[in-house]
Every structure is written in structure tokens, then in C-alpha cells.
């Protein structure tokens, strides 16, 4: 009986692994109670056991697992095909995901399915609506708008002539719409209060249309003036220009009788000057060309002022203001000796209006050689 066991034995063996399962049964009691290493050798075991027909399979299983693998023999006893169980198993995954996936394609036809209805009955509603509101003639020209808000309410909002076109019509689309809830917000306008209303939108949008002419219109007007504006400019700087050249071209004394002819200082009531950083600007100029012309030159610096008052204040006056300007000029920088003052009053009357008689009150320059 055992050299029956022991022929058996060999032959499956050799079936199976030939030498290399001693080297499997050595491993197994090498590894003792080392769980990681023996699961791992049972492993091999079960993969070199697939590799055989059943028949040799349970032959090789009943001898040899009772001795090398005592805990496997249940297991290998109850699975008559291990890659049979690992190919049940994948298959159970795939079909489980198909199915998976065509509930998902379902899920996602009825939703669609779903929206579209909610979208087709939403126009639906929506021209019903507003096909029963046109078939009623009492309620032509009469502004009424038809909407769903955002509840799903049907919303009907507008005018109608009295309250008997507002029953009316509630009745209507109650017929054709049953069981649907509606929101009502209408006013009753009799014709005449809705021509008027028309008749004043239409003088309104007539008096929006006039305004944008004339809006237009000036838009137009300031362009030119813009553009007159910047030519006007153009000229100035031209101007400024050739002043500049005409400057190069002319003596130091030239310069200072241009001067002299072409500015003024002017005041107020007293003897302060009307334009202060003005006057002192000029004051600054007149200095630069006194002191690039010739020294024998001298400056009459002559006051003026207007109508105002008797002659004896008025001259007292203008005598103060030349030499207020007499005063400046000395401090930046000019001999007392070059400069004359006089008081003229108003003997040279620039304007006669009492409205212009501000640029009256001034003081002038006059060049003695």
C-alpha cells in the first residue's frame, strides 16, 4: 500500500513540477510560522495545481496536500477550478458595470425626457395663452403680456377696457387651460383714457426726437467750435512764433517801444493792482528789456483813472499809481534816475460806458530819450 502511495506519488510529481517540487516542499517547512512567506508558497502551490487536468489534480491534492499544506485542504477541496472561480469573478465585475452603465444612459434618457416635456408644455401653455388673448377682439390694442415666472405660475399682466373684458377673459382661459393656476394682474382703461395715453406717448417720442435734432445740432456746433478753437491756437502759436522771430530781428530799444505800446497796468478803485501775478509778470518783462536797451533811456510811467470822482482826487489818484509802479520797478532792479512819474487823470479815456470804466484805471509807459 505505501509503495502504491509512493509510485502514485512520484508519478504525480513528475506531472506536476518534476524536481521542483521538492524544492516547494522544502520551502514550505523552511518557512515555519512565517505567515507572509507561507501564504506566498501556498500561492504557487494553488497556480502549479491549476496547471493540471482534474482528474491528476485531485489525485495530487488528496496525497500531498494533508502533508505540506494542511490549511489549504478545505479550500482546494471546495474549488474544483481556481482560474474557472477568478474568470466567474471577472466576468461578474463587467456585467455589473454594464449594467451600471445602462442605468446611468436610462437615468439620463429620462431626465432629458423629463426637460424636454417641461419645455414643450411650457410653450404650450404660453401660446395658448396668448392665442385665446388675440382671438378677442374687445381686447385688441390693448397691451397684455403673457410670461411664466420662475414658480411655474402663468402670469397674465396688462390692460383691458372695463371689468367685464377682465372677467371675460379669465373665463376663456380657464376653458382652455383647466386646472392650471394663473396669476391676474390687470387694470381696467376705458379707450378714450388709452388714446389719450397713446396720444401723449406719440408727442412724447415727437418731443425726444426734436431734442435729439437739436442735441445733434449742437454736438455739430461744438465740433466747430472745437476745431475753431484749435485753429485759433494754430494761429496763436504761429503768432508766438513769429514774435519770437520779429524779437531776434529787432534792437533792444525796439523791443522795449513794441513793449511799451502794446501793455498797460491796470487797478482797481485804489491803488492795488486789478491783476496782481499780471502786473508783476509784466513789471518783470519791462525790467529785462529796460536793461537790454541803452542806458541814457528813461521811462515815463504815467497814471490814469476813470470818470469817477472830481479832478483834484483824480489826479492825486493817478499821481499815486505811477508811483506804485515806480516803487516795483526800483526794487527789481531799475535807477530812480531812469524813471519820471505823472498823473494824467482823464485825459486818455480808453472807453466813455460807465460798464467799461474799469480798464480806465491804468497806468501806461512812455519812452523818453
Not at 252 to 260: A, F, G, M, S, T
Not at 299 to 317: A, C, E, K, M, R
Not at 325 to 347: D, F, M, W
Request: glycine share 4%; proline share 3%.
Amino acid at each position: 500500500m505505501n509503495n502504491n502511495h509512493e509510485t502514485e506519488e512520484e508519478r504525480l510529481r513528475k506531472l506536476l513540477l518534476g524536481p521542483e517540487l521538492e524544492r516547494l516542499i522544502l520551502l514550505d517547512r523552511r518557512v515555519g510560522d512565517d505567515i507572509v512567506l507561507r501564504e506566498s508558497v501556498q500561492r504557487v502551490f494553488i497556480d502549479a495545481l491549476n496547471e493540471l487536468g482534474t482528474q491528476d489534480r485531485s489525485r495530487l491534492v488528496a496525497i500531498l496536500t494533508p502533508l505540506i499544506f494542511p490549511d489549504l485542504q478545505e479550500e482546494i477541496r471546495n474549488s474544483t477550478d481556481l482560474k474557472a472561480l477568478v474568470r466567474n469573478v471577472f466576468f461578474q465585475t463587467f456585467r455589473n458595470s454594464i449594467i451600471l452603465l445602462a442605468i446611468f444612459i436610462v437615468s439620463l434618457l429620462l431626465w432629458g425626457g423629463w426637460f424636454g416635456y417641461k419645455l414643450w408644455k411650457r410653450h404650450y401653455i404660453l401660446d395658448i395663452a396668448q392665442q385665446t388673448i388675440n382671438s378677442n377682439d374687445i381686447l385688441a390694442n390693448y397691451p397684455l403680456n403673457v410670461e411664466i415666472d420662475n414658480a411655474g405660475y402663468l402670469q397674465i399682466n396688462g390692460l383691458v377696457p372695463d371689468m367685464k373684458a377682465r372677467d371675460v377673459l379669465r373665463s376663456k382661459i380657464a376653458q382652455v387651460l383647466p386646472g392650471y393656476e394663473i396669476k391676474y394682474r390687470i387694470s381696467a382703461l376705458s379707450p378714450d383714457k388709452l388714446a389719450r395715453i397713446g396720444s401723449d406717448l406719440n408727442t412724447m417720442q415727437a418731443e425726444m426726437r426734436r431734442m435729439r435734432s437739436e442735441i445733434a445740432k449742437h454736438n455739430k456746433t461744438t465740433d466747430q467750435a472745437i476745431r475753431a478753437l484749435k485753429q485759433i491756437q494754430s494761429q496763436t502759436a504761429l503768432t508766438q512764433r513769429l514774435s519770437k522771430i520779429e524779437d531776434e530781428l529787432l534792437s533792444p530799444k525796439q523791443r522795449l517801444v513794441r513793449w511799451i505800446a502794446n501793455n498797460a497796468i491796470f487797478f482797481d478803485e485804489n491803488t492795488k493792482f486789478t491783476y496782481p501775478k499780471q502786473a508783476t509778470a509784466k513789471l518783470k518783462t519791462l525790467v529785462d528789456l529796460i536793461k537790454q536797451a541803452p542806458k541814457k533811456l528813461r521811462i515815463v510811467v504815467i497814471g490814469y483813472t476813470d470818470l469817477s470822482g472830481n479832478y483834484n482826487l483824480n489826479q492825486w489818484l493817478a499821481l499815486q499809481r505811477s508811483l506804485v509802479v515806480v516803487k516795483h520797478l526800483t526794487r527789481l532792479g531799475i535807477p530812480q534816475t531812469n524813471l519820471l512819474s505823472a498823473g494824467r487823470s482823464t485825459e486818455k479815456m480808453i472807453a466813455t460806458n460807465p460798464a467799461q470804466k474799469t480798464i480806465n484805471r491804468r497806468v501806461e509807459f512812455e519812452l523818453v530819450q
